[in-house]
């Protein structure tokens, strides 16, 4: 019941939880801050991986509200999150770090189920569709 319009405010929820935490990579001095940390020290460039990685929660964050490639930016979610959970959370994802574990169930969940009816991708899908069909 209501599926396709639950996947849909789900997946706008997370969305516009994603390009809160994104919204970040506007704000020097936590930028500056997340460099500090020893996981991002030790590597080549903490600048690009702190910038990217917020980046890319800003980026998969609109796709996802506007449902535009939903499955890509569930993608860009999973490897984000995980990295996350993983390397900067030390894999504490029974309790400590559930957080950006639960992004990455999330993910998984739009990746299987698609955007849903109400998406950018299912309006250019369907009109793509309906030229192909008549054209």
């Not at 020290?41 to 609109?62: D, R």
């Not at 959370?89 to 770090?97: L, N, Q, S």
């Amino acid at each position: 019941m209501w599926q396709a319009q639950g996947i849909a405010i789900i997946r706008i929820i997370v969305g516009l939880f994603l390009i809160y935490h994104g919204w970040e990579v506007f704000n020097k001095d936590k930028m500056l801050e997340y460099q500090t940390w020893d996981v991002f020290k030790t590597t080549f460039s903490p600048s690009l991986f702190v910038y990217t990685g917020k980046s890319c929660e800003l980026v998969a964050g609109f796709l996802l509200v506007f449902g535009l490639l939903t499955r890509l930016a569930s993608l860009i979610m999973i490897i984000i999150f995980l990295y996350i959970s993983f390397f900067i959370g030390r894999a504490k994802i029974w309790y400590e770090d559930q957080h950006p574990f639960l992004f990455v169930i999330l993910a998984l969940v739009f990746f299987v189920t698609g955007p849903g009816k109400w998406s950018m991708d299912y309006f250019l899908f369907q009109t793509l569709q309906k030229t192909k069909d008549h054209g």
